[in-house]
């Protein structure tokens, strides 16, 4: 699927294929001699791609892209772009590398951070305090159907994921580090202990630094996940002392799970012993990121690319919160659009600040549309090859469908509008005179869009709906609508119908048109815009049409 493409990846100008190149010079310098990159440049560029990985072993080990995950809560709008961000960018760079470099995707679960803070909406809030402080993995689930609330909300998430159809590896932190997958890294931070803390002290408070240790030791006789100093090292035991929680002091050892590392030290370990060329990160982690490169490098070792992404705002541009429950939650979403609106609207612009509110649903299902429909356009014009940069293509990991919708979200929403309809049923009744042949079944897109648009058109169009009188020279121009509406053959088509709307407004006088088509908006629509007017005619009848706007002109609209 991905193969063929390599000529045009080292052209494409989308984000995604930026990170993509920046990320093979990133393998060739860190895997290959000079002269071994000498010969894979010639390759690639030949677009024997399969040929240097055949050549040079070191391009066989897996290219790692990761993103965290903290299992102290559910999965939310920012686990989905965690995950989606990095697919893009692994999905262009198998691309570029004709998917003869093995990639993979690892999601890791911060598991056993210990549980500090006891979720509002969660049952048994009294067990989960009697467990605070313990690694959440040891933390007795409130649902009572796992073995933990670390494992359910772990299950959680990879249900969530799968659903999304993501292609990925799950690690458990608190595997990792209890099968000793971290303990090479582990006992290279205790014997690099001073260099770590020079790297950390100076970012923390006078309070903090006096008691700061990369080593949060796991009392053995309470199970929790202490903020203890270290008080004494034995490299050579590859064990650390400290003052338990009721002042005994206790040695331990930091490998094999009886240690978790402070979570800047934690993000360099993994990066370390998993070896991760690619994470992104909200721009909020910008000086995490610095200072766990710097332990990387301390570690002896080469940081991942980072890819820095801007936050999103609310409605009023306050960054969103979850502890403030402020903008919009994934279930919320998933009621108004597609999974596919929601991954356009994280793949664009992802360097740009952006609202994260309802309205900008509407806006994003029809931008998706657009672009899926622009990249069959290009496929049907130009043959087999794709069109890359669409962000179709990136949404669709490469494999774009076939087929979009017919009819825009935002048309649908007017339609529903309209005809005030509150089931499927009744817009379809709509939509099988417009296109022949359509039903829920042979237009299944389409069918989701209704459900979707009315939804949102219950949820926030109808209570905002808000119609008013028209003015003398808007009242004269819908007469002269209604009087040329009822003048068309029956078999007008949406441009023809638009034609006649235009006319009416210019021989109105209406300077600038678009003045025209908000007031049909406002005393039709109770609203300020809508789609292309011909379309929402066509669909809706010329006959409904004009009884619509025999109504507005008797006031019937208004005094509802």
Not at 364 to 393: Q, V
Not at 498 to 517: D, I, S, T, Y
Request: hydrophobic fraction near 40%; aromatic fraction near 10%.
């Amino acid at each position: 699927m991905l193969q063929g493409l390599s000529h045009q990846a080292r052209e494409a100008k989308s984000w995604p294929f930026e990170q993509a190149r920046l990320l093979l010079d990133r393998v060739f310098r860190l895997r290959l001699t000079e002269e071994e990159r000498d010969l894979a440049a010639t390759l690639v560029g030949a677009g024997k791609i399969a040929e240097a990985v055949a050549a040079l072993p070191a391009l066989r080990e897996p290219v790692i892209f990761q993103c965290g995950y903290g299992a102290s809560g559910l999965p939310h709008m920012g686990t989905f772009g965690e995950a989606a961000r990095p697919t893009m960018v692994r999905t262009a760079f198998r691309a570029l590398t004709e998917d003869a470099i093995p990639t993979e995707l690892i999601v890791f679960s911060d598991d056993m951070d210990g549980l500090r803070k006891i979720p509002d909406n969660v049952p048994n809030r009294e067990m989960l305090e009697e467990d605070r402080d313990k690694p959440v993995t040891s933390v007795r689930d409130p649902y009572g159907e796992h073995e933990s609330f670390g494992a359910h909300n772990n299950a959680r998430m990879r249900a969530f994921l799968d659903g999304f159809g993501f292609d990925y590896t799950f690690m458990s932190s608190t595997e990792t580090y209890r099968s000793g997958r971290f303990d090479e890294v582990l006992l290279r931070i205790l014997e690099r202990f001073d260099a770590i803390q020079a790297i950390m002290l100076p970012t923390l408070g006078e309070e903090r630094r006096a008691t700061y240790s990369p080593f949060l030791p796991i009392s053995p006789k309470t199970g929790r996940v202490l903020q203890a100093p270290t008080l004494e090292r034995n490299i050579e035991k590859g064990t650390i002392v400290f003052a338990d929680e009721d002042g005994t002091l206790t040695e331990v050892p930091v490998t094999g799970g009886h240690v978790k590392l402070q979570w800047r030290p934690d993000w360099a370990a993994r990066w370390t012993a998993l070896k991760v060329d690619f994470e992104a990160s909200g721009k909020d982690l910008v000086d995490s990121v610095r200072i766990s490169n710097r332990i990387v490098k301390a570690l002896g070792a080469e940081p991942p690319e980072a890819f820095h992404f801007e936050l999103f705002m609310d409605e009023n541009n306050q960054k969103i919160s979850k502890s403030k429950g402020n903008g919009l939650t994934m279930e919320e979403w998933l009621r108004y659009g597609t999974p596919e609106s929601l991954a356009y609207y994280m793949y664009q612009s992802p360097k740009s600040a952006k609202r994260l509110y309802f309205d900008v649903i509407p806006k994003a299902a029809d931008e998706y549309l657009s672009h899926l429909d622009a990249f069959n356009r290009a496929k049907a014009e130009g043959g087999n090859a794709p069109a890359i940069d669409n962000p179709a293509w990136h949404v669709h990991r490469g494999a774009p469908p076939a087929k979009g919708s017919p009819v825009s979200f935002s048309l649908l929403l007017n339609l529903v509008a309209g005809a005030d309809a509150s089931t499927k049923d009744i817009l379809w009744g709509f939509l099988e005179r417009y296109i022949p042949g359509a039903t829920p079944q042979t237009e299944p897109l389409l069918d989701q869009l209704v459900g979707y648009a009315i939804n949102y058109y219950e949820d926030f169009v109808k209570p905002a709906k808000r119609f008013r009188e028209p003015d003398a020279r808007e009242r004269a121009a819908m007469e002269a609508l209604a009087t040329r509406l009822a003048a068309l053959p029956a078999d007008a088509d949406a441009e023809t119908i638009q034609n006649e709307v235009f006319e009416v407004g210019k021989q109105a006088g209406f300077e600038p048109l678009r003045a025209w088509f908000t007031a049909l908006y406002e005393v039709l629509l109770g609203q300020t815009q809508g789609p292309r007017f011909g379309s929402f005619v066509a669909i809706f009848g010329v006959q409904r049409t004009i009884d619509l706007i025999h109504r507005a002109l008797a006031g019937e609209l208004a005094a509802a």
